[in-house]
């Protein structure tokens, strides 16, 4: 534990680049009272401003040389995984660009959970609701699932939170509503979805 505290104090002084005296107000209020413990923090300090002042002789580098780039040589681009639903990931939704999928079924602590995979195959920028839900035919005291302005071409993991339950349901009814998140308006708006989870 007193070492623990060491360390994070002489990290919290060499970035803050703190006084002398701040350093020893600090180590009598996390009680260290070891004489190796400050002379490392005094040291950390020196270190630090050696540094800070090798440094600032970087400024006397000539920055007027022309640079060339060459347009033939190999792409260095990073490529990024592209998420995809879980094979066995059950499709609620898929029209007009847009397709949701049920991922999972979990209890956790506020309740049943339901994890759903939404993907945005469009061109455009949207927010994507499952909303006016009823579990087992009773209407539910909360909002829905909500999916904020989802970029085109983007796919987001969304939790369903099922306050009302203590266990899953038999059947989930909703409705898939999509809009323009900059106008608000209204580009979907499905017929009641009925979802079986047993």
């Known amino acids: 534990m007193k070492l623990a505290k060491t360390i994070a104090i002489m990290a919290l002084s060499v970035m803050l680049t703190l006084s ?47 640079i060339t780039v060459d347009h033939d040589a190999p792409s260095t681009e990073i490529k990024v995984p592209e998420a995809e639903a879980p094979k066995d990931a059950q499709v609620i939704y898929n029209e007009n660009g847009v397709k949701i999928s049920l991922v999972s079924q979990e209890i956790t602590l506020f309740g049943p959970a339901l994890e759903f995979f939404v993907e945005n195959n469009t061109d455009q920028t949207l927010d994507i609701y499952l909303t ?40 989930i009814e909703f409705v898939v509503q999509i809009q323009d998140p900059d106008t608000w308006t209204t580009i979907i708006e499905t017929d009641r979805m009925y979802l079986c989870l047993d």
């Open 20 to 66: 002398l005296s701040l350093n020893i107000f600090i180590l009598t209020i996390f009680e260290i009272k070891d004489v190796e413990s400050f002379k490392q923090v005094l040291l950390c300090r020196e270190l630090m401003n050696s540094f800070g002042q090798l440094g600032n002789t970087a400024t006397d580098v000539d920055n007027s040389a022309d």
């Open 132 to 171: 006016d839900i009823y579990i087992d035919g009773i209407q539910a005291d909360f909002t829905g699932m909500y999916c904020s302005e989802l970029a085109a071409d983007r796919k987001a993991y969304e939790t369903l939170h099922l306050d009302d339950c203590e266990t899953f349901p038999s059947v």
